[in-house]
């Protein structure tokens, strides 16, 4: 089921009514039974990928149990690594055998190929063909489970929570059930940390008019960018890199700016969304997106960005590497070691796995050159400077707008012809004429443009103004009047411009 569906307002606004008209003590049946309908309705033919979800919850409730009665630390330790080879073993199942299996083709017929590369070209392919015809998986594919990546995190998170004694484990297996399933934040995240959404499962939620209306305004804010920004901006997107060889230039510098807009809106409009929708209910999730794109420098940009994911990672994986406790060298590779990892986690597909890397890149530059970069600093006086932090900023938007090139092509071909003619063309870039055509030859038309245009530059205006504070949190801190005129203008123009003629699923429902 997906946010942006009136099927979705249909059935948020019958679980919020029954849940406030029942006791307390079955809320948790039917937030689960809700949850997984959630899911089911994603493909109802395919009803089989909830059992997936129930046999992670279960595999995950067991183990930890064992683990926390066991006060052996190999025992525990084995137990541990029971539930983490089921975890992870299901995840590569469902989103990376295909890939390995591809993979495994592809290097195999290459081989062939250069083996028999003596009896010319055409004989060679021809051995290679006929490998592959004779290749017991060529036919191999498996649907990828919505959210299984996030759910499958979430519930490892618990399992080693557990396991190194931070947390007790859940007796009550419903609560346990639906901490894993709850229908907010099930398919796309926040990951959530036991430690914050397991009690609020065990807490009365009493109707409070203001968290219904707080909720209300959160979702609302979602919904703007989704359906105005990113579903109208994803149109121009999908037309430029799923054919990059039929464009040159100025087409792939606006179509990657336009996907920097498109998947901050995308994914930060469903967390958004998800913690309105669970915030009407009484709960807290924590916020996924705290304004990245207004970052100095790309280590700070982590700490605003996918929030839930890199503190996930940085607890799970590099702290465990050893972190910065070993050395300058070592901290390097942890780092790039993790984002290389955190890219693979994204998708099956060689080009994640090369934007992982290229911020691990990124992040080791910043490491190897911060002493130098401190001392240019006070040499020149530019401490604190208005100027700089407006460069950095932007640099930091272009550097991160660039590594989403490999992000967004679909190949890594792709990816690398578009690096290659990303300035061709340059000397038209100021012709009105050359600038027209690109805009019309997008998908959109140039009124649609100025929509986007308009659209982002009220985000970036409202994210700006409200400062360290959360967009609607710091509208909610301005005077009646303004409050609502904001939320009217806001749902005037979700009204008028959103797209719901072909509003589409949310990008990270692919991981």
């Keep these: 089921m997906l946010f942006n569906s009136f099927h979705f307002i249909l059935f948020f606004i019958l679980i919020t009514t029954i849940y406030y008209s029942i006791s307390h003590k079955i809320r948790w049946l039917l937030l689960l039974l809700a949850s997984y309908y959630f899911y089911i309705c994603w493909r109802p033919k395919q009803i089989i990928f909830i059992l997936l979800i129930i046999f992670s919850t279960f595999t995950n409730y067991i183990f930890s149990l064992a683990m926390y009665r066991e006060k052996k630390r190999k025992k525990r330790k084995k137990y541990l690594y029971i539930t983490l080879f089921i975890n992870f073993g299901l995840l590569f199942l469902f989103k990376y055998a295909v890939f390995m299996n591809e993979t495994i083709m592809h290097l195999i017929t290459n081989m062939i190929a250069w083996q028999y590369r003596d009896l010319g070209a055409e004989q060679a392919l021809l051995k290679a063909q006929l490998f592959l015809s004779n290749y017991p998986a ?55 940390r036991s430690r914050n959404l397991l009690p609020q499962f065990y807490q009365k939620h009493t109707f409070k008019m203001e968290n219904i209306l707080l909720g209300l305004k959160w979702m609302l804010w979602g919904f703007f960018k989704k359906i105005v920004i990113a579903d109208r901006v994803s149109t121009a997107v999908n037309t430029i890199y799923n054919a990059p060889t039929n464009y040159s230039g100025f087409y792939f510098v606006l179509a990657t700016i336009l996907f920097a807009f498109q998947i901050y809106c995308d994914f930060s409009g469903y967390s958004d969304i998800a913690l309105g929708s669970a915030k009407v209910l009484g709960f807290r999730l924590m916020h996924n997106f705290e304004k990245p794109y207004l970052s100095k420098s790309i280590k700070e940009i982590w700490r605003r960005w996918h929030v839930s994911l890199s503190t996930w990672f940085m607890d799970y994986i590099y702290i465990p590497l050893g972190g910065n406790r070993k050395g300058k060298l070592r901290k390097c590779f ?128 409202l994210e700006i103004a409200t400062g360290k504070e959360y967009v609607i949190d710091g509208i909610e801190k301005r005077n009646v009047i303004v409050r609502m005129a904001f939320y009217i203008l806001l749902s005037t123009w979700i009204l008028c411009t959103g797209v719901f003629y072909n509003s589409g699923e949310f990008i990270y429902f692919q991981f």
């Design 138 to 192: 060529r036919d191999f594919d498996i649907i990828l489970p919505m959210g299984i990546s996030f759910y499958t995190f979430q519930a490892t998170s618990y399992s080693i929570d557990v396991y190194r004694r931070d947390i007790k484990p859940v007796r009550h297996y419903g609560i346990f059930s639906l901490f894993i399933s709850f229908f907010p934040q099930l398919v796309a995240g926040p990951i959530e």
């Design 334 to 461: 942890n780092l790039f070691f993790t984002f290389f990892i955190s890219g693979i986690w994204h998708g099956a597909n060689w080009t994640f796995a090369l934007w992982g890397a290229m911020h691990g890149v990124y992040l080791v530059i910043g490491i190897l050159t911060e002493k130098i970069r401190t001392k240019i600093k006070k040499f020149f006086h530019l401490d604190g400077s208005k100027i700089v932090h407006f460069i950095c900023i932007v640099v930091t938007f272009l550097l991160f707008t660039l590594s989403l090139i490999m992000f967004r092509a679909n190949t890594i071909t792709d990816a690398f012809y578009i690096f290659r003619h990303l300035l061709d063309n340059l000397q038209q870039w100021t012709s009105a004429q050359y600038l027209y055509e690109v805009i019309t030859s997008m998908g959109i038309n140039l009124v649609e443009l100025i929509i986007v245009v308009v659209s982002i530059l009220f985000l970036m205006f």
